[in-house]
């Protein structure tokens, strides 16, 4: 079993920088490709970045550009730096990984873009 505890959600001004973090119970050795993913309110869950154990990233949809993935093994730690962030980017952010054929999500961090 894996716990993921994110962190670092705020309400924010546009154009303004946040990170957010995830620390993982398990050694980040183990688990693989970790992701970031985020749900706005009425909306399905989206996915944001990912990052394989050797720090391969991918940034599949509107993040790209603005937000960076990044992990450090030797912390059992996730991070997602995201900068210039607009209205749009308001939703909670999870982040995720697959061990042993299970995903496990993280409770959510909340981030807010408002003036």
């Known amino acids: 079993q894996v716990q993921l505890v994110e962190s670092g959600g705020d309400l924010v001004q546009p154009g303004g920088s946040l990170t957010l973090s995830c620390a993982a119970s398990?050694?980040?050795?183990?688990?693989?490709?970790m992701g970031w993913y985020r749900q706005a309110p009425g909306k399905q869950r989206e996915l944001v970045a990912t990052?394989?154990?050797?720090?391969?990233?991918n940034y599949p949809g509107p993040a790209k550009g603005r937000f960076s993935i990044s992990r450090d093994n030797s912390k059992n730690a996730l991070y997602l730096q995201m900068t210039s962030l607009k209205a749009e980017d308001t939703a909670v952010y999870y982040c995720?990984?697959?061990?042993?054929?299970?995903?496990?999500w993280g409770q959510g961090t909340q981030v807010t873009v408002s003036s």
């Open positions: 398990n050694s980040m050795w183990e688990l693989g490709i």
């Open positions: 995720m990984t697959n061990y042993r054929g299970i995903d496990y």
């Open positions: 990052i394989t154990t050797g720090g391969n990233a």
